[in-house]
Nanobody, 127 residues
Framework: QVHLVESGGGLVQAGGSLRLSCAAS????????VGWFRQAPGKERELVAA????????YYGDCAKGRFTISRDNAKNTVYLQMNSLKPDDTGVYYC????????????????????WGQGTQVSVSS
């Protein structure tokens, strides 16, 4: 288990950008696959993007393709989600999750009952 802290959320106009960060204090974080998920009011949680422990493989949900980029800096124990061309439909709570040894695509199958999850950060996109 790792303790995850998300930051970088906020209110932005449609077409704008945000960069979310997911930080962990445990050195073992570099052995974890990491994913960003989001949940909008009244909707199920969905995968946005994921990366493997080295950061050399990524996997994106349909909602993110072409607009969002996931990356990680293991020296800083941090994973980032760069979000560009934001739309009102991107509004929701964004969660960071980590699962040890998971590859990027496996993160898409992570249950809320498994792995480690952060508390979430709110992203609101106005039209």
């Amino acid at each position: 288990q790792v303790h995850l802290v998300e930051s970088g959320g906020g209110l932005v106009q449609a077409g704008g950008s945000l960069r979310l960060s997911c930080a962990a204090s445990e050195r073992s974080f570099r052995t974890y696959g990491v994913g960003w998920f989001r949940q909008a009011p009244g909707k199920e949680r969905e995968l946005v993007a994921a990366t493997n422990r080295n950061g050399d493989r990524t996997y994106y949900g349909d909602c993110a393709k072409g607009r969002f980029t996931i990356s990680r800096d293991n020296a800083k124990n941090t994973v980032y989600l760069q979000m560009n061309s934001l739309k009102p439909d991107d509004t929701g709570v964004y969660y960071c999750a980590a699962d040890r040894w998971a590859d990027a695509q496996q993160m898409g199958e992570l249950s809320p009952l498994d792995g480690s999850w952060g508390q979430g950060t709110q992203v609101s996109v106005s039209s």
